[in-house]
């Protein structure tokens, strides 16, 4: 989906829609089964304060649910989102660099005619992904943990068991 920032936040309009992650070619890689959705909504609006420039903003709310894979068993952990941004649209790179400086508790955006909205919802959930993510107890037991999984490639029937060794020892 694509806005034009500026209009956006003059006319103060109000976007909502759903993200369905699968169909992300961006957040799909990242994730597991069945992926998630978020449902977002965005509004925009112009800030007046007296005696200084008007300022243009972007709110961003996130709700809902990623799956990623769990480091240990692989299978899908539910990660959940509940977000809210704020960005002060500004009219090109060298005021972003500038203001982006003492932004805390916002970012700064460059407005643009065709501003990719998708874009940015999509990088914020790409950043509220966890760096690793596992379930505190894994729905089925791990392999090679159960020792069924002995399979044929692990490469070690050949290997003589030490205790053989004890126990010749012990008939001599
Ligand atoms: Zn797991």
Sequence with gaps: MVIDSFAFTR?????????VLE????????LAEPFGEVSWQVRGYRDEPVGRPAQEWIELQLRGSSFVPCVRCLKA???????EFRYLLVANEAQAAELDEQAEDHDVLVASEHFALTELIEDEILM???PLAMHERCPQPLPGSSGE????DSGEEVRPNPFAVLTKL???
């Design 170 to 172: 012990k008939v001599l």
């Design 128 to 130: 509220n992904l966890p």
């Design 77 to 83: 952990v539910e990660h959940p989102i509940a977000e």
């Design 23 to 30: 169909h992300s070619e961006r957040l799909v890689d990242q």
């Design 149 to 152: 999984e002995n399979g044929p």
């Design 11 to 19: 006319k103060a309009e109000q976007l909502e829609g759903q993200l």
